[in-house]
């Protein structure tokens, strides 16, 4: 039994959800989401919550359960609060700058680096170096936020590049540190 899919999903007031086949839109105060799933599991709701079911034990139904009842509960989430990912730059040099509603970094290489507005998404720059990325898809937000920080991950032995913001790097000592061993 999954124990994330038969947790029914609450949706709150001002959020309407209605379900097509296997199409399930959700609308809200931040927008509307539209997601398409499998053709097998099965929505019913309630007032104030939907729950998901799966037509039998089969492994694929197993796996599916649970995914779509996530899913679901991340269609509401987005529509009533909005995802945000923050990223930081760590180093001299590094900069971010607002480009409309796109994005420029001066992350130390031979050239600048832009990103496009994107359908959904809002990208605020905080300062020079601090990185807002805030939408309604928890999905296309984490896309957004892994692709900025690929342009620069942090190193390892320094620090500098991008990071999440909160997240922790484990140095390497380095050469100099295995000299002082011996």
């Known amino acids: 039994m999954s124990r994330i899919g038969v947790q029914p999903v609450v949706v709150p007031q001002g959020v309407k959800?209605?379900?097509?086949?296997?199409?399930?839109?959700?609308?809200?105060?931040?927008?509307?989401?539209?997601?398409?799933?499998?053709p097998d599991m099965i929505f019913t709701g309630g007032d104030g919550s939907m729950t998901v079911q799966r037509p039998s034990d089969q492994r694929q139904h197993k796996a599916l359960h649970g995914l779509t009842r996530s899913l679901l509960n991340n269609m509401v989430t987005g529509v009533t609060q909005g995802f945000e990912k923050s990223l930081e730059l760590v180093g001299v040099g590094y900069r971010a700058q607002q480009s409309g509603k796109g994005l420029v970094l001066n992350v130390m290489l031979s050239h600048t680096v832009e990103f496009g507005p994107r359908k959904g998404l809002d990208v605020e720059v905080e300062g020079s170096n601090i990185i807002h990325v805030r939408g309604t898809d928890k999905q296309a937000v984490g896309q957004m936020a892994a692709e900025i920080r690929s342009v620069r991950p942090p190193n390892i032995y320094t620090g500098k590049g991008i990071r999440y913001q909160g997240e922790q790097i484990k140095l390497k000592p380095g050469k100099s540190a295995r000299r002082a061993l011996e």
């Open 17 to 38: 959800v209605s379900v097509e086949g296997s199409v399930v839109t959700v609308e809200g105060p931040k927008g509307t989401e539209v997601r398409a799933f499998h």
